[in-house]
């Protein structure tokens, strides 16, 4: 088990500075009116319109009840609604909560684990800072444009490794491997012990496209469910992980009892029963998406990543003044983006935009301009 100690030496850099404008005491909230927060990946839209009436109708008992000790209600509805059987699923309150107890219950400071480069950085973060274990880079080339070469994958995982970690569709880049490709490479897969899947963005690249019920028929992979995204639930905190019965009956004692709020059980356990309000969403966000790429582009901005989720990653022209001046110009305007060269070893110069709705999008993309020619 790690020291616990070390829990408290360190924090990852994240997105989310756009709550210090908003005031973490929460007293005035009126003042996100002002604030767009593309420096975090939280959807645009708003969730399904039933879970709000529900949860609204009975605020006070909700808030004052005990939920479900082990949520068993969600369990049974991510399990018919995602065909996997209920003894596949471990139910986490966010995908951070699953990865930061799972990963240090697996892991000491000889384990030697493979991470994409770059990627969704807490799990650098997890693994080097608190963990303190070995951890190689599967570099992803900007002159590649960033794409992942699945055949040089493929060799690297039969090296010996006690842990691969892969988010798929990737965060910065929104890149996607698709489900086909990415089962015939975990098939003929050796070196690795474990392998987790972080799905956070799956939806966006089609429902169809998660690896869940191939991982529970797997002795080595675990699919790490956020529901944060993909149905609007940043806020409340839901995820899942989906492995096999064994490997699942094994963490289960990682998970306290109440663990889950009863609104983010509520909220979830709708949120899965309401596809098709989610899928119109995810269809207008590429339209949403598409625009934002192509005005950037309009901007003089070439070397747009071209993602299939929620946000953009793109790199500055030459010449341009250094991305931190130009960020900083945008929060001087309530714009709040992302400098991802703390998501990589090699990346720098680039920036992720959160996708929005229309409105905001031609809105950040005002100060964006301003903040590049001013
Ligand atoms: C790839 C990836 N995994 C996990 C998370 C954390 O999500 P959650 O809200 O479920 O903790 C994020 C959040 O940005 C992410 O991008």
Redesign the pocket.
Known sequence: MPDLNLYNNSTCFHGGAFFEAIGVEFNNLKRKETIINAD??DAWFPPAPKIEKIIQKDLGWIMKTSPPIHAEGLIRTISSRRNIDRSSILIGS????L?FRILPYWLNSSSKVLLLDPT?G?YSHILKNIIRCKVEYFNLRREEGYKLNTDNLAKKLNEEFDLFVW?NPN?PTGLHIKKDEMEILLTNTKGCKRIWI?E??IEYAGRDQSLERFAEKSENIFICK????VYAL?GL?A?YLCASPLNIEKLKSLIPPWSMSLPAQIAATFALQEEDYYIKKYQATHALRDNLYLKLKGLGINEVIPGVANFLTFHLPEGSKPTSLILAKCVKNNLYLRNISTMGVSVNNAIRMAVKDNTTNNKMLKIFENSIKS
Request: glycine letters at 4%; hydrophobic letters at 30%.
């Open positions: 975090v990946l966010g995908s951070s909560d990865i969704y807490e988010v965060n972080d956070t963005y956020s529901m944060s995204k940043s905190r995820a």
